[in-house]
C-alpha cells in the first residue's frame, strides 16, 4: 500500500509519496497521481466530461487526462517523461 500526500496550489497537484516495499518515499507513482487526479476531479464536483490535471512529483511533472461520463471514468491516460536508469545483462 502506498500513502500519497497532496497539496493543491495554482492548478497543479503537488504529490509526494510513501510506497510500502521501498519502505521510503518514491519519486513517483502513477496509479496515485491517477488517483489524486480523480479525487481532485470528484472534490471539485466537475461537470466537464473531459479533464487534464498537472501533477507535479519529484520524479517530474505529469498529466493524467481521463473522461467521465454516466459515472464512469474512461480514456484515462497518465503522461511524463521517461529516463533510463539502469542498463544491465544477466546470463541465463
Known amino acids: ?6 497539496e493543491s496550489k495554482n492548478g497543479v497537484l503537488y ?40 501533477i507535479q512529483t519529484k520524479g517530474g511533472p505529469l498529466t493524467i487526462t481521463f473522461e467521465k461520463k454516466d459515472n464512469v471514468f474512461s480514456n484515462i491516460y497518465l503522461c511524463g517523461p521517461a529516463v533510463q536508469v539502469y542498463t544491465g545483462t544477466i546470463a541465463i
Request: glycine fraction near 6%; charged fraction near 25%.
Open 1 to 6: 500500500m502506498n500513502v500519497n500526500y497532496l
Open 15 to 54: 504529490i509526494r509519496t510513501y510506497e510500502r516495499g521501498v519502505e521510503d518515499e518514491t519519486l513517483s507513482c502513477g496509479t496515485g497521481a491517477t488517483a489524486a487526479a480523480i479525487a481532485h476531479y470528484l472534490e471539485k464536483d466537475s461537470s466537464l466530461k473531459r479533464f487534464s490535471q498537472k
